[in-house]
């Protein structure tokens, strides 16, 4: 697809993906919408020196918002979309981890 570096766009931390890596040794990351399952493992394999077992992926599509606007004294109201993202879900094999908050294993 392209360049490992830019198929990881940030992990996601919540309670949900926080359980995930303490139970399951799954951890959550946004990605580029055009990556597909292997590249997302290579990437992962590449960026954190770890084996990956699975990959899960979602796509979220971008909602609509409405947005009202204050110019000159007028009130102008205005809708548009958010952006459209995908969710991997990267399992790892057993003996390795990531450490998120350094970025690098463990």
């Known amino acids: 697809m392209q360049n490992d ?4 766009i940030r992990p996601l931390i919540g309670e949900k993906a926080t359980r995930y890596v303490e139970t399951e040794r799954k951890y959550v990351f946004q990605v580029d919408k055009r990556a597909n399952k292997l ?3 290579r990437a992962v394999q590449k960026k954190f020196n770890v084996e990956v077992a699975k990959v899960g992926v979602m796509n979220y599509k971008g909602k609509k918002k409405n947005t009202s606007v204050r110019s000159s004294g ?9 952006s459209s993202w995908k969710k991997a879900i990267v399992t790892l094999k057993e003996g390795f981890s990531i450490d998120l908050m350094s970025g690098g294993p463990e």
Do not use: A
């Open 39 to 41: 590249d997302i493992k």
């Open 5 to 8: 570096s830019q198929i990881i």
């Open 74 to 82: 007028k009130v102008l109201r205005t809708s548009g979309f958010r």
